[in-house]
């Protein structure tokens, strides 16, 4: 279903957003979401934010070409997050082939990773790697920074979400909106600085009933410091099976596939 929800409380600034949900579920995709992924439109971008598995999927399906992507943001490298970029390459590398440039960011080994992963997947591929090599880059960012890329200004956050990896959480700025986003994370005080001022805050809640896993955001804990959060508007996202079977009770706004939101 597609929902459109106007959303600015300032109409008097240019630029503007759209985002749609292209999956709003967690890695276990609990009943029948897609993983969590968003694209992100406006006048001088598009983003696909987070590349699991079921992104190309979700994409197609909504009627996005892939051609039109200008950057990929990945959070962290658990494979709901990031696993569905060899599908994303192999697509470029044979069904569309780029024909502009492309630029993916996330944390720090995302490229090694990515590659890694691209072999294990499709071994003993021979693609056209240099036509694909001279339009896409990869652009890692540490924990800490804020890096200006095309129109896009972005900042990093690290997350308590893995133990070795870096996990980020985002604050994006693009054409003249923000939006934050938690990528995957435990509660952590340093969020509500970070997210301060968005137009729009993305935060994962992975859990209901299960507040002593700590690298998960749950909801009776997000409900309760709500307040904390000076934002435009919150979403629930990468949403569990805990809080779907659970969600008569949940009282802040949730994400849905396919959702539209006007920033
Ligand atoms: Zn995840
Ligand atoms: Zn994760």
């Not at 993916?104 to 071994?123: A, H, K």
Request: aromatic share 10%; with cysteine; charged share 25%.
């Amino acid at each position: 279903m597609i929902l459109t929800v106007a959303m600015r409380k300032s109409p008097l600034r240019p630029g503007g957003l759209e985002l749609t949900i292209l999956g709003a579920g967690d890695a276990f995709a609990s009943h029948g979401r897609f993983q969590s992924g968003y694209i992100i439109e406006g006048p001088s971008c598009r983003i696909l934010m987070e590349a699991g598995p079921t992104a190309l999927c979700a994409m197609k399906r909504m009627g996005f070409r892939t051609a039109d992507l200008d950057m990929i943001l990945v959070s962290h490298l658990h494979g709901d997050h990031y696993g569905g970029l060899p599908f994303f390459l192999l697509e470029y590398l044979y069904e569309s082939p780029r024909e502009k440039p492309i630029t993916i960011v996330g944390p720090p080994r995302l490229e090694e990773r990515t590659w890694r992963l691209f072999r294990t997947m499709f071994p003993g591929t021979k693609p056209d790697l240099p036509r694909l090599l001279k339009y896409l880059k990869f652009i890692e960012i540490g924990a800490g920074e804020t890096r200006n890329i095309g129109p896009l200004r972005i900042s990093a956050m690290r997350t308590p979400h893995m133990k070795r990896d870096i996990s980020l959480a985002f604050r994006l700025e693009l054409d003249g909106r923000t939006i934050a986003f938690t990528g995957d994370s435990g509660w952590t005080d340093a969020l509500a600085p970070f997210v301060a001022d968005a137009d729009l805050f993305l935060c994962e809640c992975t859990y209901f009933d299960s507040e002593q896993l700590d690298f998960h955001m749950n909801y009776p804990k997000l409900a309760a410091n709500r307040g904390r959060f000076r934002v435009g508007r919150m979403l629930l996202t990468h949403v569990g099976r805990e809080v779907l079977d659970r969600r008569r009770e949940v009282r802040l706004p949730m994400a849905r596939d396919g959702m539209r939101i006007t920033i």
